[in-house]
């Protein structure tokens, strides 16, 4: 019997079925050991040795695969097809060699990248070795994260007290984004005015010119910077008789862009779907595994960490015959399309993202998936689809108009679709989204020398806005451009710096958090080389060299080491008031903007005392600010902008109410005012023990953002959107004890923080809605997936829920959750208690009433330990309490390894 082992349970059970009874394959529940989360796991001075740990959970499975393979010839390493994957079957080598498991068994690396039955028998009939460089990588990469968190982390905290860590990329992405925001911060809003001619042709069609070339000379973009200047356009145009100068007409031609890598997977899910990279990772990972449809496991797209944008041949084939039956010959190209990868490591570049099969469409597989999953497929196979079909021909038409002695110029461009090709089917989504309209525009058809008849022109202000801030999507492309990071550690470095309140997401975008902002001024203050992009990027470029088997993974190590270890002894002697002083000079502008407030005053005074200067503080839990005269003046304020301007924006200088209007239905004065609880409108004043109506200004609204048109739609919640079409009852949107929602019903479901609940429609309520789960007694009532079976203890069920975050299983009042290494569909009965118990043990959950007892009883049943007597209540001694461990440094954290990748 031989042995075949992979990541997850769910690809062993469906790869069982491909191999047959001659095969058992077992799953390693993906890595099986990992470095200690302590000091010295990685030692350099022993030429960077390193301490493995097998977790005890970890430890069953490999005693069970030693087991199996203990009666077998041969054992199948068949892990995911890269790095990582590579590493996890080099761990459960070892692992078996050191239990002397291996004896006389042929060990063979197999990969596929695809779970289908094709696929994997021809992966088991042509093994390979082990690949020693792509385990060398890996190591470094290991070693790398570890050493930079072990040791830049302590001086974060000894320096920087609240901090939590810091990480090779993550801290480089927060720079990121921290830069572009003092980009914003110091933006100076310009205006400019733009002249627009509407003129009839000889055909008496309308055209729509702008204003190029005043006075003989071509304008740029702030040469009309006032209303007057573009009332003197006009003025000059309006005097003066036009014709057509020339026409230019060109036929261009766009290409489809190339399949999915994930990279670029990552970036489209999250403008077209609005999906987070860690969540539309988590759903290829599914997809890519199998999904039942028909009763049967089937794998539906392609391995979904790849760099490598070509195509199998018999996808190509496959691909062009869907096209040539589906679309016509019109949108086949005469010959494939070949797609050249941007991976300079070959090794690590594998097939892009496609489905399996292309002729199984989104609409075959819509009953089995659900909303998420099948956008994710359907965005993948219209990729695939596009990246094999013709490309678009366009008709790009450019006029320029002349007065009679060409001092005045205007031009007017357009493009017309003459073919679609590809763009039939999938168009390309941008992060940018200012592209003119006119250039799409269609022109009429004019000839060089016809005379137009001016009818009217437009002049419009305009002002330039500031870059904007990134998206998931706009970091995820850049941080690709710079060659920092790799495309599987994208989703592990944005969700490691929202977890340690470095960024928050505002509108889908992210924002630096103060504390970000010190961390990262911290670091380049004193750590200025391992923030840099190129450093970081030359970096990632030696670890794929170590990859191709070019260059030795310890000698890296070793380069790296020396340098970084010197740099880390420099701020031993550093004294904390010398870099808060430091820090305090770096972000000053930030912190205290300065503001033309007319009475000469500083933004740095302190409101509280007669000469005291407000500054950057460092306590217990974290930076703040504080005056300089402490402790007579205790005057401290949370970290934030502190001028004039952020003071009203919290209405800490909104003296009494502040009239907004009259409401036109009532007659009764709206009101801004400042409460206890902070800023709320009011409708009218108290009338006997009648009280006003009152709302609270919403997340992230300042008094400036507050008319009276907003007011009243504040003082209007809840409102009615509309009868639901399912059964007609109303949909109401309000505000409750726990956020914005939209309820129909008993149901209830939260609105997103990007959206408001002022613009939300009725389309967009409905399909919240369907995701809210129905309400019975006050509480929501979730019915059960399944019931996984009795629990030993008890003999009560155990069964298994689909929670807002994911599967879990309950049993009385313990909840445990279902980690992504376990499959909900195949999860048995001592899986769960194994949850439970664990759930239990670490004081989890909160057992109903009458429960408890039952629940202790069973977390003691499955820790292998009788469940102790309760002892009289009078001779209970309270537990002393449990010390708080210290804090962990670790690095970026991609999903399978706790480390950058």
């Given at each position: 019997?031989?042995v ?11 790869i069982?079925?491909y191999?047959?009874?001659g ?7 993906g890595?099986?050991r ?8 990685v ?5 960077f040795?390193m301490?493995?740990?097998?977790d ?9 695969i030693?087991?199996a ?7 199948y ?5 890269d ?7 080099w ?12 004896e ?11 779970i289908?039955?094709q ?7 042509h093994p ?7 385990i ?6 290991r ?8 040791t830049l982390?302590p ?12 990480g090779?990329?993550q801290?480089?992405?927060l ?20 002249v ?6 000889a055909?008496q069609?309308?055209?729509?010119a702008?204003l190029?070339?005043?006075?003989g000379?071509?304008?740029?973009r702030?040469?009309?910077d006032?209303q007057?200047r573009?009332?003197q ?14 026409v ?14 994930t990279?670029t ?12 990279a ?6 290829a990972?599914r997809?890519?595994e199998g999904?039942?449809?028909g009763g ?12 490598g ?16 039956s589906k679309?016509g010959?019109?949108?086949?190209p ?12 070959a ?6 993202i496609r ?19 099948l ?5 993948i ?11 678009a021909v366009l008709d790009q038409v450019t ?8 001092t005045?110029q205007l031009?007017a461009?357009?493009?017309?679709i003459?073919?679609?090709?590809f ?8 992060d ?9 525009a ?21 002002f ?12 995820v492309?850049?941080?690709e451009e710079l060659?920092?990071?790799?495309p ?5 470095i944005?969700e490691?710096l ?9 509108r889908?975008?992210?924002v ?23 450093f970081t990027?030359?970096l990632?470029?030696?670890l ?10 310890r ?7 020396t ?5 880390v ?6 004294r ?5 002083d ?10 205290f903007?300065a503001?033309d407030?007319?009475?000469?005053k500083s ?10 200067r407000?500054g ?17 003046c205790?005057?401290?304020?949370k ?5 004039a301007?952020a003071?009203?924006?919290?209405g ?10 009259i ?14 609880y902070?800023?709320?409108?009011q ?7 009648e ?6 200004l ?11 048109e907003r007011a009243?739609?504040?003082l209007a919640?809840?409102r009615?959107l509309?009868a639901?079409?399912d059964d007609?009852?109303?949909i109401?949107a ?8 939209v ?6 479901k939260?609105?997103?923080a ?6 939300i429609?009725m389309?967009r309520a409905?399909?919240?809605?369907a995701?809210a789960?129905s309400?019975?007694?006050?509480r929501?009532a979730?019915?059960?997936v ?5 629990h ?8 298994l829920?689909?929670?807002?975050y ?6 009385g009042?313990i ?5 992504n ?9 001592d ?11 670490k ?5 109903a ?7 202790n ?9 009788a ?9 209970r001694k309270k ?10 440094a670790?690095?970026d ?9």
């Amino acid at each position: 019997m031989d042995v075949l082992v992979v990541e997850s349970p769910a690809k062993a059970k469906t790869i069982g079925k491909y191999l047959g009874p001659g095969y058992t394959v077992l799953a390693s529940y993906g890595h099986v050991r990992d470095l200690p989360a302590k000091d010295g796991s990685v030692r350099p001075d022993e030429d960077f040795a390193m301490d493995w740990e097998v977790d005890a959970q970890s430890q069953k499975r490999l005693d069970a695969i030693a087991k199996a393979v203990k009666s077998g010839s041969r054992l199948y390493l068949a892990t995911d097809p890269d790095r990582e994957g590579e590493a996890i079957s080099w761990h459960v080598r070892d692992v078996l060699k050191r239990k002397k498991a291996l004896e006389g068994v042929d060990v063979k690396r197999v990969t596929f990248n695809a779970i289908t039955k094709q696929s994997v028998l021809s992966a088991v009939e042509h093994p390979r070795e082990l690949d020693q460089p792509l385990i060398d990588a890996y190591m470094a990469r290991r070693a790398l994260d570890y050493l930079v968190g072990f040791t830049l982390s302590p001086v974060l905290w000894r320096k920087l007290p609240g901090s939590r860590s810091a990480g090779r990329v993550q801290s480089v992405a927060l720079r990121l984004i921290c830069e572009r925001e003092a980009e914003i911060e110091v933006f100076k809003t310009r205006e400019y005015w733009t002249v627009d001619v509407l003129f009839g042709t000889a055909k008496q069609q309308t055209l729509k010119a702008r204003l190029t070339h005043l006075d003989g000379h071509k304008l740029d973009r702030f040469d009309l910077d006032s209303q007057e200047r573009a009332e003197q356009a006009r003025r000059e145009i309006e005097r003066r008789a036009f014709s057509v100068l020339s026409v230019d007409r060109r036929q261009v031609r766009r290409n489809p862009p190339p399949p999915f890598i994930t990279s670029t997977l990552q970036q489209e899910a999250s403008r077209k779907l609005g999906l987070g990279a860690a969540a539309a990772m988590r759903i290829a990972q599914r997809l890519y595994e199998g999904v039942d449809i028909g009763g049967e496991t089937v794998g539906l797209i392609t391995y979904m960490r790849t760099d490598g944008v070509q195509l199998a041949p018999e996808a190509i084939g496959q691909t062009r015959r869907l096209i040539e039956s589906k679309y016509g010959a019109a949108y086949l190209p005469e010959k494939p399309r070949v797609y050249s990868s941007k991976a300079k490591n070959a090794q690590e570049a594998h097939e892009a993202i496609r489905p399996t099969d292309l002729f199984r469409t989104p609409q075959d597989v819509a009953p089995y998936l659900d909303r998420d999953q099948l956008g994710l497929y359907e965005l993948i196979w219209k990729r695939t689809v596009a990246s094999q079909m013709e490309s678009a021909v366009l008709d790009q038409v450019t006029v320029d108009i002349a007065s009679g002695d060409k001092t005045v110029q205007l031009r007017a461009t357009g493009s017309v679709i003459k073919f679609n090709g590809f763009l039939t089917l999938y168009d390309e989504g941008r992060d940018d989204k200012s592209e003119d309209d006119e250039a799409s525009a269609i022109l009429p058809d004019v000839v060089p020398d016809e005379a137009l008849d001016r009818r009217d022109i437009l002049t419009e202000q305009h002002f330039t806005e500031p870059p904007p801030r990134y998206s998931e999507a706009s970091l995820v492309k850049k941080l690709e451009e710079l060659g920092i990071g790799r495309p599987s550690t994208y989703a592990s470095i944005i969700e490691v710096l929202q977890k340690r309140s470095y960024v928050r997401i505002d509108r889908k975008r992210f924002v630096p958090e103060d504390r970000g902002r010190i961390v990262t001024s911290f670091l380049q203050t004193y750590f200025p080389r391992y923030v840099e992009y190129n450093f970081t990027a030359h970096l990632e470029e030696e670890l794929d060299e170590i990859s191709d088997g070019k260059i030795d993974w310890r000698q890296v190590l070793r380069e790296f080491w020396t340098a970084f270890s010197a740099a880390v002894g420099e701020t031993k002697e550093l004294r904390v008031k010398e870099v808060l002083d430091r820090l305090d000079e770096e972000l000053g502008p930030h912190f205290f903007p300065a503001n033309d407030n007319g009475e000469g005053k500083s933004p740095r005074d302190c409101p509280s005392c007669a000469n005291g200067r407000l500054g950057l503080k460092l306590g217990k839990f974290g930076a703040f600010i504080g005056c300089s005269n402490y402790p007579e003046c205790r005057f401290t304020r949370k970290l934030g902008i502190v001028d004039a301007e952020a003071d009203a924006a919290s209405g800490a200088n909104l003296e009494g109410p502040k009239i907004l209007g009259i409401d036109p239905v009532s007659g009764k004065p709206v009101t801004l005012r400042n409460g206890p609880y902070g800023l709320y409108v009011q409708l009218g004043e108290p009338e006997g023990k009648e009280k006003p109506r009152r709302q609270s200004l919403l997340k992230g609204m300042t008094p400036d953002d507050v008319t009276l048109e907003r007011a009243l739609a504040l003082l209007a919640l809840p409102r009615e959107l509309g009868a639901h079409p399912d059964d007609g009852q109303a949909i109401l949107a309000g505000v409750g004890r726990f956020g914005p929602y939209v309820k129909h019903g008993t149901k209830y479901k939260t609105i997103p923080a990007d959206e408001s609940v002022l613009d939300i429609g009725m389309n967009r309520a409905v399909a919240l809605l369907a995701e809210a789960k129905s309400a019975a007694r006050g509480r929501a009532a979730v019915k059960p997936v399944r019931a996984v079976g009795n629990h030993p203890a008890d003999d009560t069920p155990v069964e298994l829920y689909d929670g807002r975050y994911g599967p879990y299983v309950k049993h009385g009042g313990i909840n445990a959750t279902v980690p992504n290494s376990i499959d909900p569909s195949s999860l048995t009965l001592d899986q769960a208690v194994a949850l439970l118990a664990e759930r239990a043990a670490k004081g989890g959950g909160r057992p109903a009433r009458g429960r408890r007892k039952q629940a202790n009883g069973a977390a003691a049943a499955n820790t292998n330990e009788a469940a102790p007597k309760p002892k009289p209540a009078k001779a209970r001694k309270k537990a002393a309490p449990k010390r708080k461990a210290a804090p962990k440094a670790k690095g970026d954290a991609p999903p399978r390894t706790g480390t950058d990748g």
